[in-house]
């Protein structure tokens, strides 16, 4: 079955990185998008953008230029974002999510990773 | 970007009563919306792709329609389970964009 298992929640600095995990499994990896999606506390869902594991193509919401970047390994079938210059406002749940192309929806979605901006 | 306006917010409702979520874009999205459900624990899934289409093993009390610019959700006879956040997103034009949610709650 498939299965996307995301990192455990991160506490990090103001200013620093933060890279989170989603490791894939029960389905081919480099056939599908996986996108990233995030959730503020108590607010609604604000889409970051995709990668294509397969040749590694991303695409990435403008709002998200220069804050996140999307990378995938291929052979731990694993995407991976990581956030720079980290502020109070990345403070947040991140999900991972597979976009199924054939009928275009995110039909698996990671159990989501708690990243705690703070110092 | 689209902007998608979800209503209500929160609802309150009753087992067996028959609910309706609404969805409007800013612009009209081509019946290229779907919804997820989000449980108090975190975890999403999908219910309705392309307006009206059931996920699979999503119960068919839930139904979706809409055209142009303006989308429903409908539960037609709520169950303990169906009791949790709600989410429109569109997919017809980058970037993809959700409703802000509508909290289905126990009256």
């Known amino acids: 079955q498939v299965q996307l298992q995301q990192s455990g929640a991160e506490l990090v600095k103001p200013g620093s990185s933060v890279k989170i995990s989603c490791k894939a499994s029960g389905y081919t990896f480099t056939s599908y998008d996986m996108h990233w999606i995030k959730q503020q506390p108590g607010n609604g869902l604000e889409w970051i953008g995709w990668i294509y594991p397969g040749n590694g193509n991303t695409k990435y919401n403008q709002k998200f230029n220069g804050k996140a970047t999307l990378t995938a390994d291929k052979s731990s079938s694993t995407a991976y974002m990581q956030l720079s210059s980290l502020t109070s406002e990345d403070s947040a749940v991140y999900f991972c999510a597979r976009w199924i192309l054939q009928w275009d929806y995110f039909d698996y979605w990671g159990q989501g990773v708690m990243v705690t901006v703070s110092s | 970007d689209i902007q998608m306006t979800q209503t209500p917010s929160s609802m309150p409702a009753s087992l067996g009563e028959r609910v309706t979520i609404s969805c409007r874009a800013s612009q009209g999205i081509s019946n290229y919306l779907n919804w997820y459900q989000q449980k108090p624990d975190g975890t999403i899934k999908p219910l309705i792709y392309?307006?009206?289409n059931l996920q699979s093993g999503v119960p068919s009390r839930f139904s979706g329609s809409g055209s142009g610019t303006d989308y429903s959700l409908t539960i037609s006879s709520l169950e303990p389970e169906d009791f949790a956040m709600y989410y429109c997103?569109?997919?017809?034009?980058?970037?993809?964009?959700f409703g802000s949610g509508t909290k289905l709650e126990i009256k």
């Open positions: 392309y307006t009206s």
């Open positions: 997103q569109q997919y017809d034009s980058s970037p993809l964009t």
